[in-house]
């Protein structure tokens, strides 16, 4: 008996090998490097210290211009590029309380370049807002993760999980980034809400899942929220939490 959808299988399948093969034309991969705001072809001679591979269409949302020795493709005309010589986008307004409340469109877009720990890393920002640099080690806000908690093993083994955690999620992605009261610590690190793609606050997230406690130690504006998140997260056990911790 002939299956009628042996056909129909075969036309998705090059359908969807003709879509692949078309996307990869039309959005190149090009590298770009640790702190430039330009994006290249492989081989230039400024990929020389760091390359890091990004889609074309990425680096232009990001902001990165075409480097002018390698002349790799223009941006495409249809992406949005970051808005220039825009103030840092601030959450410490009246009146918000969740993380999700915040405008992803009025963030800083930029790129996690290097992993340092559980709350820190560096990040590229090609187009950043007045008084951040282009390059930038940024430390989250209301948020510390166990590495920093020294002389109690159980405590720095988790530590080691925060750490790998962050990595995983966040080495090489786009991130935006907001801002609080407060945009540097005494170490010139830049405090910053780490949002995803998907509008989710990384932040929240490493207290929600016991992989940081809440920060109090200065205010920011949603203290009572990470506050909370870290009584639940210790309710349930969650992460650093864990029965494990003797
Ligand atoms: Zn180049």
């Known amino acids: 008996m002939e299956h009628p959808s042996i056909r129909f299988y075969i036309c998705a399948l090059v359908l969807l090998v003709a879509v692949a093969a078309g996307s990869c034309a039309e959005d190149p991969q090009v590298y770009i490097t640790e702190t430039g705001k330009m994006y290249h072809l492989d081989g230039c001679r400024c990929l020389e210290r760091s390359r890091i591979p990004i889609r074309l269409s990425m680096a232009a949302s990001l902001g990165y211009e075409p480097c002018g020795h390698c002349n790799p493709p223009p941006p ?37 370049v290097r992993h340092v720990d559980g709350d820190t890393v560096y990040v590229s920002i090609p187009c950043p807002p007045i008084g951040v640099k282009s390059y930038e080690s940024v430390r989250f806000i209301g948020v510390d993760t166990p590495e920093t908690v020294r002389h109690q093993k159980t405590v720095e083994r988790f530590g080691k999980e925060a750490s790998a955690f962050t990595r995983d999620h966040l080495l090489n992605q786009p991130v935006f980034l907001a801002f609080d009261w407060q945009l540097r610590d005494h170490y010139d690190r830049l405090l910053a809400y780490v949002y995803l793609a998907d509008g989710s606050c990384f932040n929240a997230i490493l207290v929600r899942d016991g992989y940081a406690h809440a920060y109090t130690r200065f205010p920011f504006q949603f203290l009572e929220e990470f506050r909370s998140l870290e009584c639940s997260a210790r309710e349930r056990g969650a992460g650093l939490w864990g029965s494990d911790k003797q």
């Open 76 to 112: 495409p005309s249809e992406i949005i590029r970051p808005a220039r010589d825009t103030g840092p986008y601030r959450l410490n307004v009246a009146g918000l309380e969740h993380p999700q409340e915040a405008d992803l469109a009025e963030m800083t877009r930029a790129l996690v």
